[in-house]
C-alpha cells in the first residue's frame, strides 16, 4: 500500500491520504492514524529558508502473521493481568501524546498488562509546560508492576550445578 503525508511546517503531519490501497479499509486506516500520531520531519524550506509545508510520500508492506493457537495459559493472560514489574520511559511530545517508548529493565509490560505501553494508544496525557508556560516534551519514567495478591508464589527455579 502507498501513502502521501502533509507535512506541516513545524514537522508534523497535517494530513494522510491512502494513494494505492492494501485492499483492507482497516490496515489503511492505521497506516494513516500511526503515521499521523508518530512521524516527525523536518519541515521543508522557503526560498528564504523559512519552514514551509511540503509532502511525504512512502510505501508499507503489512504483514499478518498466522494466527497462533489459542491455548487455556494463552486465554488466561489475556483475560487477567499477570504478576510482574518493569520499567518503561517514553516522550509525553508537546501535543500530550507519548512517543519514544522504550522497555528498560524487565519483562515486556505487554506480557503482563496488556494495555501498558502508551505509544501503542490513541492516549493525550497533560502537556507539561516550561517556565514562559510554552508545550514542552518531557521523558517519563515509569514503574509498573501488578501483584495479585493472596496468590500462591510461583516455586523458585533451583540452580543448576
Request: some cysteine; overall charge positive.
Amino acid at each position: 500500500m502507498a501513502f502521501r503525508v502533509l507535512v506541516k511546517p513545524d514537522g508534523l503531519v497535517g494530513q494522510c491520504a491512502i494513494t494505492a490501497s492494501s485492499g483492507s479499509p482497516d490496515l489503511d486506516a492505521t497506516t494513516c492514524a500511526l503515521v499521523s500520531r508518530r512521524a516527525q520531519f523536518k519541515p521543508a524550506l522557503d526560498d528564504n529558508g523559512k519552514p514551509t509545508t511540503g509532502t511525504f510520500a512512502s510505501r508499507v508492506r503489512w504483514i499478518i502473521p498466522a494466527a497462533d493457537p489459542v491455548t487455556s495459559e494463552t486465554l488466561a493472560m489475556q483475560k487477567h493481568p499477570m504478576p510482574g514489574q518493569s520499567v518503561i520511559t517514553f516522550t509525553v511530545e508537546t501535543d500530550g501524546r507519548a512517543s519514544n517508548c522504550l522497555l528498560v529493565s524487565g519483562p515486556d509490560p505487554a506480557e503482563f498488562m496488556p494495555w501498558s505501553m502508551p505509544c501503542d494508544y490513541d492516549l493525550v496525557f497533560p502537556v507539561y509546560r516550561n517556565a514562559a508556560g510554552q508545550p514542552v516534551a518531557r521523558t517519563v519514567r515509569m514503574a509498573l508492576g501488578v501483584s495479585l495478591p493472596g496468590a500462591a508464589k510461583a516455586p523458585a527455579k533451583k540452580k543448576r550445578r
